[in-house]
């Protein structure tokens, strides 16, 4: 149990258009969701909480009008990344925990996007 | 500020033993998760510790002592496959996980 699928695998897109990564929870509903961005031997890097409903909540230093975040339903967030540069290709990947915030719980993640930025 | 360190790389032969240590700082803490991260894929979980002592699960153990701000994961009978990156993972007082950088895991024929 507690799946998360993430699409596209990878993209490969022009510099100043935009890309639209999905996030699904497949067996369990997920009021928040997770973004993260990993450049490459490096750590991951929290961008925002994505919250069903409501407003994302972003990371210092991210941008949120560059980065959109969209969490219309319990099992579906979408980042759009507006506008995108050479600088944002990376490794991007959304979690999510079937058991809320709960101490214990642990995040499960989506396989992940590789975006290059031509 | 909040900081958690763990070697950058390590290296160990097929069958043998390896221990991965973790030391952490942050604001509180809700537990501590040990994922595994094979290149170009997403992180896996592989534990989670918020008492002090051993968790055991099959070829993997990990370890935690709060007073010491430490933990460690223990691989027994190391296989190829194990080669991967290990990331510890602190979630602190507002239940937001800090990440190590992790600790890349070569293993040897």
């Known amino acids: 149990g507690a799946v998360v699928s993430q699409h596209p695998s990878w993209v490969i897109c022009k510099s100043g258009t935009s890309v639209k990564i999905e996030c699904r929870s497949l067996d369990f509903q997920a009021t928040t969701m997770f973004w993260y961005r990993q450049f490459p031997k490096q750590s991951l890097m929290l961008m925002a909480t994505?919250?069903?409903?409501?407003?994302?909540?972003?990371e210092q230093g991210v941008e949120k009008d560059k980065f959109l975040i969209n969490h219309a339903s319990l099992t579906l967030s979408t980042l759009t990344v507006t506008s995108a540069h050479p600088e944002d290709s990376s490794f991007y990947i959304c979690s999510a925990s079937s058991g809320g915030l709960r101490g214990d719980s642990p995040l499960h993640f989506g396989n992940g996007t590789r975006l290059t930025v031509t | 500020g909040q900081n958690i360190d763990q070697p950058t790389e390590m290296t160990a032969t097929e069958g043998a033993i390896v221990q991965i240590n973790c030391t952490y700082q942050?604001?509180?803490?809700?537990?501590l998760f040990w994922y595994q991260q094979h290149a170009g894929e997403a992180p896996t979980f592989l534990s989670y510790?918020?008492l002090d002592g051993l968790e055991e699960k099959g070829r993997f153990s990990s370890f935690l002592s709060r007073s010491k701000g430490y933990s460690y994961l223990l691989l027994k009978e190391l296989q190829m496959k194990d080669s991967a990156s290990y990331l510890c993972?602190?979630?602190?007082?507002?239940?937001?996980?800090?990440w190590g950088a992790g600790t890349k895991l070569i293993i040897k024929p």
């Open positions: 510790n918020v």
């Open positions: 994505s919250n069903e409903g409501s407003k994302a909540t972003y």
């Open positions: 993972a602190v979630r602190d007082s507002n239940y937001q996980l800090i």
């Open positions: 942050t604001s509180g803490f809700n537990g």
